[in-house]
């Protein structure tokens, strides 16, 4: 047996997003969105359906391009990284639909995203599933027989067993039973200050309870900012009703 530790994981980066603009086609999906996180801190990212949350996400994660503007993960300009390169740079990102892989067991979607980065040898993997206890009891068996909130739970451990520097969580809430609600929450909340979080959020309580700060999205362009204190609750309501 090797005697010889794994690296502890790195601290937080934070994240700067200046001037970024995003086209399908003709249509202009995201216009001139600027925001910055600090290091270890939380901002969730609210507005109705269709305002360009998931589009800003797949843009900082590098799964569709953007048209202008730069995105700065710490000090590396992440802009034109391909999402490898941007995962390898220290960024997770938890989709909307989860997308796990439904043939392969729990421990098998774990480990799948530990050793792509280099980490099937570390503790990663034990220390995300120590998050989410529940899974050990579904380590083998696969993830498309998981329910909805199983699926959610392995999702984010898959996430964080790549020792990420900043996580985007895609509302990790939708259509899960309150009781994983909890643990989620109870998650997020217990990396504050060792993980960046970029949380884009249709539960608004969940997200007055996690986050620092807020980005108000509408048509593609921000029009709200603040910190949870200087931030009208009501106001935010209002930004993000059906």
Not at 83 to 104: H, K
Not at 225 to 231: H, I, P, V, Y
Request: with cysteine; charged share 20%; proline share 6%.
């Amino acid at each position: 047996m090797s005697d010889v530790s794994p690296s502890p994981p790195p601290g937080p980066l934070g994240l700067t997003v200046s001037g970024l603009d995003q086209h399908y086609g003709s249509a202009q999906v995201l216009r001139n969105v600027d925001f910055s996180i600090a290091p270890g801190a939380c901002l969730a990212v609210l507005g109705r359906n269709g305002a360009g949350k998931t589009t800003l996400l797949r843009c900082l994660a590098g799964l569709i391009p953007t048209s202008s503007g730069r995105i700065l993960l710490g000090d590396i300009d992440i802009t034109d990284l391909s999402p490898d390169r941007r995962a390898r740079a220290g960024l997770a990102i938890v989709p909307q639909g989860r997308e796990i892989f439904a043939d392969l067991t729990v421990a098998e979607n774990l480990r799948v995203a530990a050793r792509a980065h280099g980490l099937d040898r570390s503790d990663a993997v034990d220390e995300a599933v120590a998050l989410f206890p529940a899974l050990r009891g579904l380590w083998n068996r696969p993830g498309g027989n998981l329910s909805g909130g199983q699926q959610q739970q392995l999702a984010i451990a898959r996430a964080l067993s790549t020792r990420p520097r900043l996580i985007l969580l895609d509302e990790p809430t939708e259509g899960i039973q309150p009781s994983i609600v909890s643990a989620i929450e109870a998650v997020i909340k217990g990396l504050r200050g060792r993980i960046t979080v970029l949380l884009v959020e249709q539960y608004l309580e969940f997200a007055v309870r996690l986050a620092d700060s807020f980005v108000v999205l509408s048509r593609g362009g921000v029009v709200e900012r603040g910190t949870r204190e200087s931030l009208d609750h009501a106001a935010l309501a209002r930004h993000i009703a059906v």
